[in-house]
């Protein structure tokens, strides 16, 4: 869209009735007798009319809807042969079979389940040692020393120790997840813990709030947006995890699915996985996000425009 | 009611409680690092009374009024202030979290009902807000708001920290009225942090002049309600408070 005010064609159109008044014959703008030169004047659009019509869904779709048809281009060309990466429609042909003979949909349910117990887990464990050292003195002196010093441990890296220890069952996979989970939603719940405004706990007191009447009140409320943020991040996190810990061992999910389908050579069967992935990873952030919209809608926070 | 209830915030209350007073402060201190802000501060308020506590930044007003609240208790010294009392502060200092009347029942006892904060909503002209959240009130409801927060404690104490300070000029003199009307209807006690010499004439029984850490100057306001700014007698006594605070007032006076 051009937002030029004046058509290019007439570049004098917008003052020349200004000029006229001034009685200029050519060159730049006379100024009057009271010594004042005449200011051009621009409009100043509203912006209901610099709103283009095209629907908020459908520009956000276009983009992915362009790369897949490049893909599939690409594809139809033979620039991508079929064992480097399948073409869209095969992708959707394979998918489709893949869910017709139930062996997609047992592998998400089992993945899903995977990590909805690693996130359980995890946000126990992560929010109540945050809960724990935020709240507490103590607690922030015992705890908050060694979780910091392990979580700069590559959770990746336990992996093998955790096949020592739970074996090859669903133990090992679910403990990876709880893992990479715990250590975003403590820092979070406990930076958000003790960011919470000193003057609003100050204003707790002064209204005759107990201990436990300012925590339930000011403080946890107040770490809300931490720990939502803490949320998200652990989504993203427990996927990641969920990748690493089902290419083990692994004799279900969406992760053995993929390792089977690399010693076949199906790039197809691969990108379906990833793209499934893709779709899981979107909907749970799509969960969260309706969480934070219900839960924080008492924000004074710039929204966009 | 309730005023000879005294609790004492002070670490060891020496000396039986006073009726007959709604505040009693007997050598006070409250140092910080070694410098005493607050130095030896003896202060009666009577029940009802409306005081107005001026002085220069920094002097230990504000101090002074949150020890008072209880919210500062490292001092040496008595200090009795009634069980019920209520702090406005500067900031409304509303919980954003909490819709408006969720905020006026905040840290009330039992489960007390909205029709509770409503009235007490209603009473500051704020009732139509009650189910706002608080991010979309104005700086004026908003204030009103935190007003009702403190109302509806029924206190026998009222503390108002510069409560007025953020508000533009207009909203300003309709809050000072508003406080004036309420301070009249509920009867309570109530002590006022300002540096505006004109509100404290406005709305105060006695004005108190803090420097130093002690009371160094206090006068009665004997004016006839409602006051006029114009009234002569109004003038003198605020160039008397100014020339107080170290305000050269020759100006003025002509």
């Known amino acids: 869209m051009s937002i030029s005010h004046a058509p290019p064609g007439s570049p004098e159109s917008d003052i020349s009735g200004i000029r006229k008044t001034n009685a200029g014959p050519a060159g730049p703008p006379a100024a009057d007798t009271a010594g004042h030169v005449p200011v051009a004047l621009e409009p100043i659009v509203p912006s209901s009319a610099r709103r283009t019509r095209v629907p ?11 790369l897949l048809a490049l893909w599939q281009l690409l594809s139809a060309t033979g620039v991508l042969t079929s064992d480097v990466l399948a073409s869209p429609g095969r992708i959707a042909r394979v998918a489709g079979d893949l869910v017709a003979d139930g062996s997609l949909p047992a592998a998400m349910g089992t993945s899903v ?14 929010t109540g040692l945050a809960l724990l050292s935020g709240l507490f003195r103590i607690g922030e002196d015992l705890v908050d020393a060694p979780v910091q010093m392990l979580r700069t441990v590559p959770f990746v890296g336990l992996i093998p120790l955790f096949i020592i220890w739970f074996g090859i069952g669903e133990a090992p996979k679910v403990a990876i997840i709880t893992l990479g989970v715990s250590f975003p939603l403590y820092l979070n719940v406990y930076a958000g813990i003790r960011g919470v405004d000193s003057q609003l706990i100050e204003a707790g007191e002064s209204l005759g709030l107990s201990k436990w009447g300012l925590v339930r009140h000011v403080v946890l409320p107040g770490a809300l947006p931490g720990a939502m943020t803490g949320l998200r991040y652990s989504l993203g996190i427990a996927w990641l995890a969920l990748v690493f810990a089902e290419q083990i061992n692994a004799d279900a999910g969406i992760g ?41 809608q008492w924000r004074p926070t710039f929204t966009g425009r | 009611m309730a005023t000879d209830v005294h609790g004492p915030v002070s670490p060891q209350a020496t000396g039986a409680p006073r009726a007959a007073h709604a505040v009693h402060v007997e050598s006070l201190t ?9 130095d030896r501060l003896r202060l009666d308020v009577q029940p009802g009374e409306f005081v107005a506590l001026l002085g220069r930044s920094g002097c230990g007003k504000s101090t002074l009024l949150r020890i008072l609240a209880g919210l500062d208790r490292d001092i040496e010294g008595t200090v009795l202030v009634p069980r019920r009392k209520a702090v406005a502060f500067q900031a409304p200092r509303l919980m954003p979290w909490k819709k408006v009347w969720r905020n006026v029942l905040l840290g009330l006892p039992g489960k007390p ?34 007003l009702a927060r403190a109302l509806v404690r029924e206190p026998d104490l009222l503390l108002l920290d510069e409560p007025f300070g953020a508000l533009d000029a207009l909203t300003r003199i309709k809050a000072q009225r508003l406080v004036g009307e309420l301070w009249q209807r509920r009867g309570c006690a109530v002590l006022l942090v300002t540096h ?10 006695r004005v108190l002049v803090m420097d130093e850490g002690v009371i160094a100057y206090e006068t009665p306001v004997e004016l006839e309600r409602p006051r006029a700014v114009t009234d002569p007698r109004f003038a003198e006594l605020r160039g008397r408070l100014l020339e107080r605070l170290g305000v050269d007032t020759a100006a003025d006076a002509a």
């Open chain 1, 113 to 126: 389940q995977r990590v909805a117990a690693g996130l359980l887990f995890g946000a126990v464990a992560g």
């Open chain 1, 256 to 296: 053995f699915l993929m390792v089977q389908a690399r010693d076949f050579l199906r790039t197809d069967v691969i990108v379906v996985c990833l793209i499934v992935y893709a779709f899981l990873g979107l909907l749970a952030d799509f969960i969260v996000r309706s969480f934070e919209r219900v839960l924080l």
């Open chain 2, 196 to 205: 505006d010499v004109e509100e404290a004439l406005l709305l105060a029984d």
């Open chain 2, 113 to 146: 009902e909205r029709a509770v904060a409503d009235q007490a909503l209603e009473e500051v002209g704020l009732s139509h807000r009650s189910g706002a959240w608080p991010k979309t009130l104005s700086g004026g409801e908003a204030q009103r708001a935190s």
């Open chain 1, 56 to 66: 908020r869904w459908l520009r956000r779709t276009t983009g992915p809807l362009l």
């Open chain 2, 30 to 38: 409250r140092s910080f690092d070694g410098r005493a802000v607050i």
